[in-house]
């Protein structure tokens, strides 16, 4: 029977037929529920609407009339500010059901519509904060559930990742208060109550200084009294100090500070007034960004930085008013003070803090944007700005200090020390055009000259003596290798003794140490200084961790144990993109120094143990004995196979294949002028492959024709010959220069033979086993010896350690302290009852030792 007929029957009948009704209703829901799963749950609230108009229509036919009367009767008036609050819930509602069902459209349409409700509102709802927290910690929930974020479809999937920009984009500007909701979420949303005025009354003036008066078109600030507030410049001082009283305080909405502020500035005629409105409005625009992960919003930066150069403008129009951290707080906000004629007021603040704060600020946003996007080409583009600010603020500070002898050395020399570093890394300093502009605040000459102090950084030297001068003087280093000036910079290096203590300073200096010394090595490298150039190079390139030590990037080692707290730290030290030194380059020139120097190396320790010994580069030899061990070796597909083939070939004596294969990478066109990069790289080749020459095939040769060796490495006579004599003076070879015949003459029987260089080997690997097993004598007796008398050191007193008989007449050799060839000869017993360690191996191994050795140390050459 239909429903529409149960209003004629009794109450119960009614109740209990839709009671049995619903209940089937029910039944049919959930189990079309079950097998679909992905019913809209909208659909649902439609039908129990439906529901609800056919109970109503029912309860009117049953003699509801009265009611009906009176609901009729009721007529409900909505302002535009309650309408517009209903269709904000209502697309919350809305995202909140496609969050159930994980349909990620309808969210990405409900969520772009609520941000248009958004910007047409003057004041952002509670409600709305706690939409966009919900959504984006919903949001990240989804895609760390990988599975779930696989069985998307491709239109869901599409939408998730635009929703996934969009909040990041959105929720940006509104970072405190999200956070002050995840804070305490029950406490946040709690509204505060507003007295609401029905009839208008004339605007009245109250103590505060605040007057009210209606506003018909659009919103604004609403007081108390449900009026508009408009600022007085007798209430300023009043309103900054509640401002600054509620300064760090929970649920503090800094944006309506800013904007309160603004208004005040509006309003301020005097230069006081205005001075002291700018300091707390620019320190509340540096308190929006909380937390190291975050950087301040480019808008807010750049509004910061407008306000900080008009803060100058009205310092500089305004001699009398001087900012200074020394001045003292004025307490009484009735009556400003007002400066004598001649007079200097001086208003508590810090100018030189700003221009730290917005130098740290650009550095963090440019650390946190992906360099290879164009949002990063127009952050940096804001550098230009902000150097201007810096310098404005050098020559106002340099103006307090000559006009008005008020110390400024500690600010002065922070300013410039930031301004040096935007400086000392680039090659071409050519000054922003807006530092020529600032000819109106002082004249060209003065401009000029504290830009040279800066450049030459001896302004520092003498006026500082903090950490400030070594920055200075490590900068300085830097750009005169940048300008391949290596002497200088070398010098400087050497003087300074940075070396000795650098590792007692900061860890920013120290990454500025590290870059130095890259610097340096690639200004040896450029100048063709190969060992120099290795020798600055191996300190850092060395360890294997380049990228860490030059603040590059986060290197985590295999087994290194990092907490968060260390990883963030060393998140916020990272270098922007755009001063990063390129590590391949880097890499590529320290390979090339290692091959030039080893590979002669290796081969004149083929004749003499002790130089196989000395390593110049273990990664280079790391590299290469890996290579070496490869059984299949294809073409070089990145730089160090370049490089490593080129050590092969270079051994091999085959110079213009080694030539060919480092003039193929392609990682030089980096350096200026990288044709005559490749020339000095290929003369080095002939040099190295001449004396590897020398020292592989000398033991062959009786005389050599220095005219064979400048065509075999197409060098020219005179360099044949000097790198001959030099590897002659220096002992490396053993010949003599016939320059009557320009040929070498080689000397027979000074040089090894492969049978002595292994008799050698093993005599050497057999002393390390005797002086081993000594230590380990030492170690077992706690010193004492073999023998009892071991602790009187008497007139005979020998050497210890071996228990061995050398002969019927002699004792043995016992503990130190012990008699040597004592006649009674007693062996010692007391140490292998003791130690319980029979060293009888080690007594066969010393005859043994006496019987191979003498031959093959003094075997004649053949």
């Keep these: 029977m239909s429903r529409f007929f149960h209003g004629g029957l009794s109450d119960s009948d009614t109740s209990s037929s839709d009671e049995d009704l619903y ?3 029910e039944e049919e829901e959930e189990a079309s529920a079950d097998e679909s799963g992905s019913e809209d749950e909208s659909d649902e609230a439609d039908k129990d609407d439906d529901d609800d108009a056919g109970l109503k229509f029912l309860s009117r036919g049953g003699g509801g009339d009265d009611s009906s009367d009176e609901e009729d009767g009721k007529r409900i008036v909505k302002s535009a500010k309650d309408k517009r609050l209903e269709e904000i819930e209502g697309s919350i509602k809305l995202i909140e059901n496609g969050e159930k069902i994980n349909d990620w459209v309808v969210i990405s349409v409900e969520f772009e519509k609520l941000n248009k409700i958004i910007l047409k509102s003057p004041e952002i709802p509670k409600v709305y904060i706690r939409a966009i927290a919900d959504l984006e910690d919903f949001m990240n929930e989804t895609l760390k559930d990988k599975a ?55 605007p009245r003036v109250h103590d505060s200084g605040v007057s009210f008066e209606d506003d018909d078109e659009g919103f604004s600030l609403v007081g108390r009294g449900g009026r508009a507030m408009v600022y007085t410049p007798e209430s300023i ?6 401002i600054i009283e509620a300064r760090g305080k929970k649920n503090t909405d800094k944006g309506e500070q800013i904007k309160v502020m603004e208004k005040l500035y509006e309003v301020a005629h005097t230069p006081y007034q205005r001075i002291k409105v700018l300091l707390a409005l ?16 480019t808008d807010q930066w750049k509004s910061a930085e407008k306000e900080f150069n008009t803060l100058l403008e009205v310092l500089e129009a305004n001699p009398d008013y001087v900012v200074t951290e020394t001045a003292e707080e004025w307490d009484d906000d009735e009556k400003p003070p007002q400066p004598a004629p001649g007079e200097i007021l001086k208003i508590p603040g810090s100018i030189v803090s700003f221009v730290d704060r917005l130098d740290d600020e650009l550095t963090r946003s440019l650390q946190h944007i992906d360099p290879h996007t164009t949002e990063y080409i127009d952050r940096l583009s804001d550098e230009g700005a902000l150097y201007t600010t810096i310098l404005r603020n050098q020559l106002y500070l340099e103006r307090l200090r000559r006009n008005q002898n008020i110390p400024t050395d500690e600010s002065l020399n922070r300013v410039i020390m930031r301004r040096l570093e935007h400086l000392y890394f680039k090659v071409t300093l050519t000054e922003p055009l807006s530092c020529i502009l600032l000819t109106s605040v002082a004249s060209p000459s003065k401009l000029l000259s504290p830009l040279r102090r800066t450049l030459g950084a001896t302004y520092l030297y003498k006026h500082d003596a903090t950490v400030i001068r070594t920055r200075a003087m490590l900068c300085h280093i830097y750009h005169h290798a940048l300008h391949n000036r290596f002497y200088k910079a070398r010098d400087m290096l050497l003087m300074s003794h940075l070396q000795e203590n650098i590792h007692v300073a900061d860890v920013s200096t120290q990454i500025l140490y590290n870059r130095t010394l890259v610097q340096v090595g690639l200004c040896a490298f450029r100048a063709g200084l190969i060992y120099e150039a290795q020798t600055s190079l191996q300190e850092i390139c060395g360890t294997g961790r380049l990228k860490e030590l030059l603040a590059q990037g986060v290197q985590i080692q295999r087994y290194s144990q990092v907490t968060p707290e260390q990883e963030r730290l060393e998140r916020q030290r990272q270098l922007p993109f755009h001063q990063h030194i390129n590590l391949e380059l880097l890499e590529c020139a320290y390979l090339t120094c290692s091959m030039l120097l080893e590979i002669p190396a290796l081969a004149a320790s083929g004749s003499s143990p002790d130089m196989k010994k000395r390593v110049i ?11 070496e061990r490869q059984i299949f070796t294809g073409p070089p597909e990145n730089t160090r196979d370049h490089v490593m083939q080129s050590a092969k070939a270079l051994a091999a004596g085959e110079w213009k294949r080694s030539s060919e294969l480092i003039h193929a990478i392609k990682i030089w066109d980096l350096l200026p002028e990288p044709q005559k990069i490749k020339e000095m790289l290929s003369e080095k080749i002939q040099e190295e492959g001449l004396r590897t020459y020398l020292f592989t095939y000398a033991p062959f040769y009786d005389t050599l024709s220095l005219g064979r060796l400048v065509e075999m490495f197409d060098l020219g006579e005179r360099k044949v010959s000097a790198l001959v004599s030099k590897m002659i003076a220096h002992e490396e070879i053993a010949a003599a220069l016939d320059q009557v015949n320009n040929a070498i003459i080689f000397r027979k029987g000074v040089e090894l033979s492969r049978l002595q260089t292994l008799a050698l080997t093993l005599s050497d690997k057999a002393s390390g086993l005797m002086e081993q097993n000594e230590r380990v004598l030492e170690q077992k007796t706690q010193g004492q010896g073999g023998f009892e008398g071991g602790q009187q050191r008497g007139g005979g007193g020998g050497r210890g350690g071996r228990g061995g008989q050398r002969g019927d007449h002699s004792g043995g050799r016992g503990g130190r302290g012990g008699s040597r060839g004592a006649p009674d000869g007693q062996k010692n017993v007391q140490f292998n009852q003791q130690s319980g360690f029979h060293g009888g191996g080690y007594e066969d191994l010393v005859p043994l030792l006496y019987l191979v050795s003498p031959p093959l140390l003094y075997l004649p050459p053949p």
């Design 617 to 627: 580069s273990k990664t280079f030899r790391r590299m290469l004995e890996y290579h």
């Design 23 to 25: 209940s089937e209703e």
């Design 237 to 242: 001082f009043k309103h900054l100090r509640v």
């Design 148 to 202: 779930t974020a696989k069985k998307m479809n491709a239109t869901n999937a599409r939408a998730l990742n635009t929703i996934k920009q969009r909040v990041k984009r959105n929720n940006r500007s509104y970072e405190s208060q999200v956070e002050s909701y995840r804070k305490d979420k029950e406490g946040f949303m709690v509204e505060e109550r507003e007295e609401v005025v029905p009839t208008p009354r004339a």
């Design 282 to 297: 620019i320190s509340t625009r540096f308190d929006l960004t909380t937390g190291a992960l975050s950087y301040m919003a």
